[in-house]
């Protein structure tokens, strides 16, 4: 559950810390002190999108941080186990921080670590359920009825198979229909792809080939001159008279002879004699290179023919000539598929077939799972409906096939959520038939409903009380009430019989000093409660009357 949350200089809070119990708590205030503010903090913990206008006018940013106790063999531990973010010193508390710059940049951390926002949107579904002042305007859209039924059902697994099945059915019916493309194709193709392709397996370019024939034109077409001057250089080496290896002998004689005197000659001469051997090594591997080369004009010939074949080809089919196995790789691929395009089609269309014969299996299991669910949740919401003032209220959630229509990563079925508030008249579309006020209360049954089976353990409800009143809110409040003994029940509310149901109360006020505005929240003791639901009963005076009412509230809640 939530046990601490501290806010700084976010809009127009600068500081803030609140300490939360188990239970049913209540936030109050007047309109505009700042109730949503707190839920809109939680948001931004949860990972909602941050903008820099919610940082206070005149700081550099925003502070927002939240602990939590966890049950770290749960959802939320297991989450954090998995992603190395557990408290290795307190396995059962996750710490959510959130930080929002002025220029609108913004970090996120967990347990000290910084995480993407992201991860607080994925961890903050184990943590926490926000049900919004406004959800009875999504509860008329068909998707989020789907939404509500499965969630309520715990059909998670089923909608996620037929999901799967409808999408690998749609991604083979592009397959399929992409080969019956292919089989329509011009007849005389596969003659034209054969014909290209011959061409290219007769010519059978291999790798470094281009390369290997280039190195060897250009040795072939210089053979004379390379014969001319390696000879010559060879009898310059040592071939002839008065070679460079005679001339180097006399040097290092010379010097070999005068060693004694002067250590630097012995040192030189020994360099020259190396030198030696290296010009006597070099002579022969020249001579051994000339020994194999020769003049041989055919087979020049054979290797400019094999060159200006390839460049032809290659200027043919507009690629360079390195290209053109890569090119025969292609046709050859695409030749197999216009030959077996038939076959191709075959089996695509016999694997469609088959998963389509196992998304209607699958579709078929989810909707009989859908309609066990909703009978459960259409009399749960009906019986709290008529606790909520509504005494002939039905609510009926009606399921419908779409026929033999292709296969959807929904399902096969119409979800609708039908009501009537009047005997003697049928259920009708939700949409069409409830009043404003009737569809504020229909959304709280329909969310009090839902929370009896989430496992979140915290549920914030921000002002769904809204649109009802008298006995009726004391009904909203003793069921929120009940709803705190299973789970961490957090209300802001304007409804003094809501907020007499509080095991813990909190009051929001707005404080302007000078020119800046300030929001304040105090922990309300029993004699404070009784102040401030005396605000929210009588308004500005508060009367005798209205504190001996606001009292009663008190006592009716705690019997």
């Known amino acids: 559950m939530l046990r601490h949350l501290s806010i700084r200089d976010f809009a127009i809070i600068d500081t803030l810390e609140l300490e939360f119990g188990s239970g049913f708590t209540v936030l109050t205030g007047e309109t505009g002190a700042g109730k949503s503010i707190l839920i ?53 508390t996750v710490l959510l921080r959130r930080l929002v710059s002025a220029e609108g940049r913004t970090r996120a951390f967990v347990n000290g670590s910084p995480v993407p926002v992201g991860s607080l949107r994925e961890l903050g579904e184990f943590l926490i359920e926000i049900h919004g ?79 290997q024939l280039d190195a060897e034109h250009r040795t072939l077409s210089h053979a004379g001159e390379l014969l001319q001057d390696g000879a010559q250089a060879c009898d310059a080496l040592n071939g002839g008279e008065d070679t460079l290896g005679d001339r180097l002998a006399t040097i290092t004689g010379l010097l070999e002879a005068h060693a004694e005197q002067l250590p630097a000659f012995a040192e030189a001469a020994e360099m020259l004699a190396a030198a030696g051997i290296q010009i006597d090594e070099a002579a022969s591997n020249l001579r051994r290179a000339l020994d194999r080369l020769e003049l041989d004009p055919a087979r020049l010939s054979a290797v400019e023919s094999r060159l200006e074949i390839i460049q032809d080809l290659a200027r043919k089919h507009h690629v360079r000539p390195a290209e053109l196995p890569t090119l025969r ?54 019986e709290i409906a008529r606790d909520l003032g509504m005494s002939q209220a039905r609510f009926v959630i009606d399921i419908s096939g779409r026929g033999n229509s292709r296969p959807a990563v929904h399902g096969d079925d119409e979800i609708r959520f039908d009501f009537s508030a009047n005997p003697g008249q049928p259920p009708r579309p939700l949409a069409k038939i409830a009043s404003g006020g009737e569809l504020s209360r229909i959304s709280l049954a329909v969310q009090v409903a839902a929370s009896e089976i989430e496992s979140a353990p915290t549920m914030i409800f921000d002002e769904v009380d809204s649109g009802v009143g008298g006995a009726t809110a004391e009904i909203v409040g003793a069921r929120l009430k009940a709803l705190g003994a299973r789970h961490q029940v957090l209300c802001v509310t304007h409804l003094p019989q809501v907020a007499a149901q509080g095991r813990g109360h909190f009051a929001i006020r707005k404080e302007v000093d000078g020119r800046q505005t300030y929001t304040r929240v105090s922990a309300l003791d029993q004699a404070a409660r009784v102040q401030e639901l005396a605000r929210m009963l009588g308004g500005r005076e508060i009367t005798d009357p209205v504190l001996a009412n606001a009292r009663e509230l008190l006592a009716r809640a705690a019997g």
Not at 155 to 183: I, K, Y
Not at 185 to 202: S, V
Not at 359 to 370: E, M, P, S, V
């Open 329 to 382: 790789e292609r046709l050859a691929l695409e030749l197999a598929a216009v030959e077996n395009a038939a076959g191709e089609v075959g089996r695509i269309d016999a694997e469609r077939a088959a998963t389509e014969k196992r998304y209607r299996k699958l579709a078929d299991i989810l909707t009989l799972a859908r309609l066990k669910a909703a009978k459960s949740l259409s009399a749960a919401i009906t």
């Open 133 to 211: 002042q406004h959800e009875h305007q999504k509860l008329v859209r068909s998707d989020a009825q789907r939404a509500l039924l499965d969630d309520y059902g715990r059909l998670h697994e089923q909608t996620r198979a037929v999901s799967e099945a409808a999408t690998t059915h749609a991604r083979l019916e592009r397959e399929l229909a992409a080969a019956l493309d292919q089989g329509r194709q011009d007849p005389t193709r596969a003659g034209y792809l054969r014909h290209q392709l011959d061409e290219l397996e007769a010519l059978d370019l291999k790798e470094d080939e281009i390369a």
């Open 40 to 92: 809109d903090a939680l948001g931004l913990l949860l990972g909602d999108r941050a903008d820099s206008a919610m940082v206070r006018a005149g700081a550099a940013q925003a502070e927002l941080s939240a602990e939590f106790s966890v049950d770290a063999a749960g959802g939320a531990g297991a989450w954090l186990e998995q992603h190395s973010l557990s408290d290795s010193d307190s396995p059962d």
